[in-house]
Every structure is written in C-alpha cells, then in structure tokens.
C-alpha cells in the first residue's frame, strides 16, 4: 500500500506506472523501509491489489484530504537577504 500511495503522490495512475516508480527507487526504498527483497513487485501484483483489496475512490478522496490539507510547521518568518526591504526599495508587506 505504501508504494502504491507514494507513487500516486509522484502523479502514477496505472499499475505500470506504480510498478515502474518503485522499480526506479528500488534501492532507496530497500534501505529506508529495510525491506527483505531486493526487487519490486510486478505490475500484475498492482493490478491485483487494485481491483481485489483496495477501494481505488475511497484511497484517492483519502490521498486528496491530507495531502490538500493546511500543515503548519511553525512560524513564518521573512527575511530580507539583499536590503531591498531596509532601504525601502521594496515593500515589505510582499
């Protein structure tokens, strides 16, 4: 389930994209999730998934909500590199 999200999040809509977005993070995704295998699953095995386990509307709404909603981390803060704002060249309310 995991790759299928994360592949979706970098815009892949078919099994064989899915399948193509984990082959190409193979490695990286071996040693981050320390999987076992050293290779992704088949784009059958997606397709599988898909049309047996998973609910495709429900998981994209669910994707939609958190991914489009509000996230704060922190305080915002503006800071002037150049001098532009100090100077008064530019407003600094932008």
């Keep these: 389930m995991l790759l299928i999200v994360l592949a ?3 815009g892949e809509e078919r099994p064989s994209g899915i399948a193509e977005c984990a082959k190409h993070r193979t490695e ?20 599988r998934i ?4 998973v609910n495709v509307e429900e998981l994209e709404h669910i994707q939609h909500i958190y991914l489009s909603g ?13 001098g532009k704002v100090l ?5 600094d309310s932008q």
């Design 8 to 10: 979706k999040i970098y």
């Design 28 to 47: 990286m995704l071996v040693e981050w999730l320390k999987l076992k295998r050293n290779s992704m699953l088949h784009h059958s095995t997606y397709r």
């Design 50 to 53: 898909l049309a047996e386990v």
């Design 70 to 82: 509000e996230k704060s981390f922190g305080t915002q803060v503006l800071v002037s590199i150049d």
């Design 87 to 91: 100077r008064r060249t530019l407003d």
